[in-house]
């Protein structure tokens, strides 16, 4: 499947993306849900603010898992 052409979101981050980064994306645009996408621009999955809140309680090192639709 294609989807080239098909989907482009205004702000995504990869996969390798660092917190800061993610955190960024979303003050800069007020966003709420930011796309992960792979080398190819296609999407894998989405991070929220909230996966993105929880972090600021677990410990450090320990990242989260990017939701796949699974």
């Known amino acids: 499947m294609s ?3 098909t989907w482009r979101p205004s ?3 990869t996969a390798e993306a ?3 980064e ?3 994306a979303m003050t800069d645009y007020d ?6 996408v792979d080398q190819d621009e296609r999407p894998i999955g989405i991070i929220t603010v909230d996966d993105v ?3 600021f309680g677990r410990p ?3 990242g989260f898992n990017v939701w796949d639709g699974s």
Not at 31 to 36: A, E, R, S
């Open 31 to 36: 966003l709420t849900i930011v796309p992960v």
């Open 3 to 5: 989807y080239a052409g």
């Open 18 to 20: 660092d917190l800061e």
């Open 22 to 24: 993610i955190v960024r």
């Open 11 to 13: 702000r995504s981050v």
């Open 53 to 55: 809140l929880e972090l």
């Open 60 to 62: 450090p090192g320990r």
